[in-house]
C-alpha cells in the first residue's frame, strides 16, 4: 500500500466521482414533444406538450408559456390546462400576419414553471403564413415580454433534445477521448526522447502509453458507437469523424505490427520512435481537422454547432473535468504497471540465458 502514489489514489477517486456523480444527478426540466408541430396564421392554436423532469400537477398556478420568435417579439400562451405532471395543454392565438417575409416561420417554445424551472424547445412549431405582408405584421404584432424567467437551485445536468439521459457518456466517451490524447503526447514524448538518446527505458515507457492510449481509443470508440445507436439510429453511419477516428487507430495498431517485425532491439526501438512520432503527426489531421471542413452529425464539424456554454454547462464541467484527469491517471498508471511488468520479463528472460 505504501508503494501506490497519491497519483494513483487521486485518480481512483476521480473515476469513482465521475461513475457515481454523472450517473445519480438528475436532468433539468426539459420538453420532449409538443403536438402539433406546424400550425398556420390567424388560428387558435391548441398544443400539446409532454415535459420531462417536470411536477406541473403541484405548479397549476406558477405556469407561463411563450412561442418566441427573436428576441423582440413573442406569442404568450392563452391558456394552460395540466393534465398530469408530464402533460400540459397550450392555447395560443396565432396573428394573422407574422413581422417577416417569410412564408413559413419557425417559433421556440418557453416554459417557465416556478417548481422545476424553465425549459427551452428550439424550433418547436412552424407558423406558416396564407398572406406575406411583413408591415401589417410589425404593426399589428401584440408582444408577451418574457420577463421574470425562473431559475432553480441544486445540481442538475441540461436537458439536451434528442441526447436526453445520454448526454452522460460526455464523461466516458469524450473524456476517454481526451485522456487518449494525453497518453498518446506522453507516448510520443517518450519516442523523441528515444530518438535523442536510445535508452531501452524509453523506447518501453512509449510502447506502454501507446497501447493504453489505443486501448482508451477502442473505449471511446465503442462508447460513442452505443451512443449513435441511441441518438443516430445505428452505431456507425460512416460519419466523417467515425471513419477518421477508426483509421487513426489502424494507424497505431499498424506500431505494434511494425514492432514484431524486427527482432534486434535496437532496430525496433529505433523504427518504433520514428513511426510513434509520425503516427502521432497524423492523429490531429485525422480527428480534428478533417472532420471540421466536411460535413459531420458530431458537434463542431460542418456548421454542426459544438458544445456551448448551455450543454456543457457549469454542472457538468464539475464532472467533466476531473474525468478527463481522472482516466487519464489511471491510464498512466496501468501504462506503469505495463512498463514495470516488461522489465521484469525482461529481466527474467535475461536470468534464463
Do not use: C
Amino acid at each position: 500500500m505504501k508503494n501506490i502514489s497519491w497519483w494513483k489514489w487521486l485518480g481512483v477517486i476521480l473515476i469513482v466521482y465521475t461513475f457515481l456523480a454523472g450517473m445519480l444527478v438528475p436532468l433539468g426540466h426539459g420538453i420532449v414533444e409538443i403536438n402539433p408541430r406546424s400550425v398556420k396564421t390567424g388560428e387558435q392554436a391548441q398544443f400539446t406538450l409532454v415535459g420531462y423532469n417536470s411536477h406541473y400537477e403541484q405548479d397549476k398556478d406558477g405556469l407561463r408559456a411563450w412561442l418566441k420568435l427573436d428576441d423582440e417579439h413573442a406569442i404568450g400562451a392563452k391558456e394552460i390546462r395540466v393534465k398530469g405532471d408530464r402533460i400540459l395543454e397550450l392555447d395560443f392565438d396565432i396573428p394573422a400576419y407574422l413581422p417577416v417575409s417569410k412564408r413559413v416561420q419557425d417559433f421556440s417554445l418557453i416554459l417557465d414553471s416556478e417548481t422545476d424551472g424553465t425549459a427551452v424547445l428550439p424550433t418547436a412549431v412552424l407558423v406558416t403564413q396564407d398572406s406575406i405582408d411583413e408591415e401589417k405584421g410589425v404593426s399589428a404584432w401584440k408582444n408577451s415580454a418574457i420577463t421574470g424567467l425562473t431559475v432553480t437551485t441544486g445540481m442538475t445536468f441540461p436537458f439536451r433534445a434528442i441526447i436526453y439521459e445520454t448526454i452522460r457518456n460526455t464523461y466516458f466517451h469524450v473524456a476517454l477521448w481526451l485522456s487518449m490524447m494525453l497518453l498518446f503526447i506522453a507516448a510520443v514524448v517518450y519516442s523523441i526522447r528515444y530518438v535523442r538518446d536510445p535508452q531501452p527505458i524509453w523506447d518501453s515507457k512509449a510502447r506502454a502509453f501507446t497501447s493504453v492510449g489505443l486501448f482508451f481509443g477502442i473505449l471511446g470508440l465503442v462508447t460513442g458507437m452505443i451512443w449513435a445507436a441511441y441518438t443516430w439510429g445505428k452505431p456507425w453511419s460512416n460519419d466523417v469523424k467515425q471513419i477518421t477516428t477508426a483509421i487513426a487507430l489502424l494507424v497505431y495498431l499498424a506500431y505494434f505490427i511494425l514492432r514484431s517485425a524486427f527482432e534486434d532491439p535496437e532496430q525496433k526501438g529505433r523504427i518504433s520512435a520514428v513511426y510513434n512520432i509520425f503516427a502521432f503527426v497524423l492523429l490531429i489531421p485525422l480527428i480534428y481537422v478533417i472532420p471540421r471542413m466536411v460535413d459531420s452529425l458530431h458537434p463542431g464539424a460542418g456548421g454542426n454547432p459544438a458544445f456551448g456554454s448551455e450543454d456543457l454547462d457549469s454542472t457538468m464541467r464539475m464532472v467533466f473535468y476531473p474525468a478527463i484527469i481522472g482516466w487519464a491517471l489511471i491510464g498512466a498508471w496501468i501504462a506503469n504497471l505495463q512498463y514495470r511488468m516488461d522489465a521484469i520479463r525482461e529481466k527474467w528472460i535475461e536470468n534464463l540465458d
